[in-house]
C-alpha cells in the first residue's frame, strides 16, 4: 500500500459510488484515485498510454480496499473519438457514475513534448486540457443529472486568476482558467442535480517539482504562505472532500489548493513579531 505522512485517514462516506478519474497513472492522478478508494468508491481509471502506471494505481487503491472494483480504461484525449469512447466506457460499466474527476493534462514541459514550438504545444494543450474537460463533463454530466448527489471536480490552476510570466504561465493561464470558468457555468447548467467544482492547485511538488532547478525550488516555497511545496495528496484531500456528501452545500467554487498564495512573493516570516 502506498503511504505518505499527508495521507488522509480512511472513511467509508463513498462506499456503492463509481467513480471515475482520469489521468491517473501517476502524480496528482493517482493520489486522487488513491484518496477515492479510502473513500469506499469504486473506481475508473484512465490514462493515455501508461498502462504500467495505470495498472500499478489499481494494485495500490486495490490494497487499500480488496473489496473495491476498479476498471481500467486507456484513450488519447487528443482525439475526440477517444474521449466520447472514454465516456461510453465509464459510464457502461456499472450504468452509472457518481464522480468524475477530469484531471487528465498532457506533459508539455518534460520528455519529448518539450521540443515543440509553443504554438503546437499551446494546440495539444488546448484539445486534451481543455477539449477533453469540456466535452467529458458535458457528456457524462447530462447522464449523472439522474444519479442522486453525484458531482464533478475539475483541475484549475491557482495562477491562472493573477497571470505568471513565461511561455508555460501563458499557456497554463490560457488553458485552466478557461477550465475554471467554463466549471462555474456548468456548475449552473447542472443545477441542482449535479454538484461542479474546481480544485486550483499551486506549487504541487509532482515529478517536474522533485527534480527542478534551485530557482523554481525557492519560488515554489516564497510565493506559498506556508513557506513549502504542496503535495498530490493535499489535492486530493480537497478533492475528497468535495465529492463527500460533507460537501453537499459547495456548488460552482474554485478552491485553490496552494497553502495561501504569496502574492509578491515576499519570504514569509518565521517570527512572532506583530
Request: aromatic content about 6%; charged content about 20%; proline content about 4%.
Amino acid at each position: 500500500m502506498e503511504t505518505s505522512p499527508h495521507s488522509p485517514p480512511t472513511s467509508d462516506c463513498l462506499r456503492g459510488k463509481i467513480a471515475a478519474v482520469t489521468g491517473a497513472a501517476s502524480g496528482i492522478g493517482r493520489a486522487i484515485a488513491l484518496q477515492l478508494a479510502r473513500q469506499g468508491a469504486s473506481l475508473v481509471l484512465h490514462t493515455r498510454s501508461n498502462d504500467h502506471g495505470l495498472r500499478e494505481t489499481a494494485n495500490l487503491a486495490q490494497a487499500i480496499d480488496p473489496a473495491l472494483e476498479i476498471k481500467l480504461v486507456l484513450a488519447d484525449f487528443a482525439e475526440p473519438s477517444q474521449q466520447d469512447r472514454f465516456g461510453s466506457e465509464a459510464w457502461n460499466w456499472q450504468q452509472r457514475l457518481d464522480i468524475l474527476v477530469n484531471n487528465a493534462g498532457v506533459d508539455v514541459l518534460t520528455g519529448a513534448l518539450a521540443r515543440l514550438s509553443f504554438e503546437e504545444k499551446l494546440e495539444l494543450v488546448y484539445r486534451v486540457d481543455v477539449v477533453s474537460t469540456i466535452r467529458l463533463s458535458r457528456m457524462l454530466g447530462a447522464q449523472m443529472r439522474g444519479v442522486p448527489g453525484s458531482s464533478i471536480v475539475n483541475i484549475g490552476w491557482d495562477q491562472a486568476a493573477h497571470g505568471m510570466e513565461g511561455d508555460s504561465g501563458e499557456m497554463f493561464a490560457m488553458s485552466k482558467g478557461a477550465i475554471m470558468a467554463f466549471s462555474k457555468s456548468l456548475a449552473r447548467s447542472l443545477a441542482p442535480e449535479v454538484r461542479v467544482n474546481c480544485v486550483a492547485p499551486g506549487w504541487i511538488q509532482t515529478a517536474w517539482g522533485a527534480g527542478t532547478s534551485d530557482y523554481w525550488q525557492a519560488r515554489a516555497t516564497r510565493e506559498s504562505l506556508v513557506g513549502t511545496w504542496g503535495t498530490p495528496e493535499d489535492v486530493a484531500a480537497t478533492i475528497g472532500f468535495l465529492v463527500s456528501p460533507a460537501a453537499r452545500f459547495v456548488n460552482g467554487q474554485t478552491i485553490a489548493v496552494n497553502g495561501g498564495f504569496n502574492h509578491g512573493g515576499q519570504q514569509p516570516r518565521t517570527d512572532k513579531e506583530t
